[in-house]
């Protein structure tokens, strides 16, 4: 929940502008979802949302309500310089222990089309997510 984590983010390996994350930082704020992010130094690796439990979600075409102690995690942007894989699966899993430690019952997953690896649809299935289109 460290906006100044966002600051590092370049874009470079992105679609997603610098500008456009922090912009989009201050929305997610205002609407008490919850920021996760993984640095290494001075290099943000990737960072991903958590929506407030029962809140509604939109974000691009998605419109989404979640159930009172539902959340939706949206990894927006999963950055390439660590093994897609690992990194995608600690994140989530650190967003689901914080969830559920919460009270949450279930969570859904909101992944843009650039990021719809293989890997990563293969991790969603065996962390039996319900993935929102």
């Known amino acids: 929940q460290v906006f100044q984590d966002l600051l590092f983010y370049k874009g470079a ?3 997603i502008s610098r500008q456009r994350v922090l ?3 201050s929305k997610r704020f205002s609407r008490e ?3 996760f992010t993984l640095r290494n130094g001075d290099d943000l690796l990737t ?3 958590m929506s407030k439990p029962g809140a509604k979600y939109n974000n691009h075409s998605i419109h989404y309500k979640a159930q009172a102690k539902s959340v939706v ?3 927006m942007n999963l950055n390439l310089k660590l093994p897609n894989g690992p990194v995608f699966k600690s994140i989530v899993n650190s967003m689901l222990n ?5 009270g949450v019952e279930n969570a859904f997953i909101f ?3 650039t990021y719809e690896h293989k890997v990563h649809a293969k991790i969603i299935k065996e962390l039996n997510f319900t993935k929102i289109d």
């Open 33 to 35: 979802e919850t920021l």
């Open 47 to 49: 960072h991903a949302w």
């Open 73 to 75: 995690m949206d990894c």
């Open 13 to 15: 390996e992105s679609k």
């Open 111 to 113: 992944l843009p089309k």
């Open 23 to 25: 912009a989009d930082a």
């Open 98 to 102: 914080h969830s559920f430690g919460s």
